[in-house]
């Protein structure tokens, strides 16, 4: 049976990133750990929000940049939205209503394994 894990990241004023949404604050803590790349390896699908999605990416300027968890995982993303981009992003369904979850489901088949979902303010 699949399960739902769910994770929120605030700091103490209410954000997580620094000025102009800028995360290059977090490189230094993205090194291995055995602990979360056995987690990542459990997930099935992401579902994440816009802010999320397009977001600065830590990893800006490497070969891994755009990808998940550094590369270290792939598979079908989720983007919660009322603004999805006008070009098609291979790999990402936008979706902009609850029912988020439910297409986990019925867009790709039945989810076998973890679906990780993230908040991030």
Same mark, same amino acid.
């Given at each position: ?43 099935? +699908?992401?579902?994440? *929000? ?15 940049? *755009?990808? +998940? ?14 603004? =999805?981009? +006008? ?12 029912? +988020? ?7 790709? *088949? =039945? ?11």
């Amino acid at each position: 049976m699949s399960k739902l894990l769910y994770s929120a990241t605030m700091s103490i004023d209410g954000f997580i990133a620094g000025p102009g949404d800028d995360m290059s604050w977090l490189v230094p803590y993205l090194g291995p750990d055995p602990a979360i790349d056995e987690l990542v390896g459990e997930i099935g +699908a992401l579902l994440v *929000g816009n802010r999320t999605f397009r977001g600065d990416d830590p990893h800006k300027g490497t070969p891994t940049e *755009g990808e +998940a968890f550094g590369g270290g995982w792939s598979g079908p993303q989720f983007v919660l939205t009322h603004r =999805p981009p +006008a070009e098609p992003v291979p790999g990402v369904t936008f979706v902009g209503d609850p029912l +988020a979850l439910e297409r986990l489901g019925t867009t790709q *088949g =039945p989810v076998a394994t973890d679906i990780r979902l993230r908040v991030v303010r």
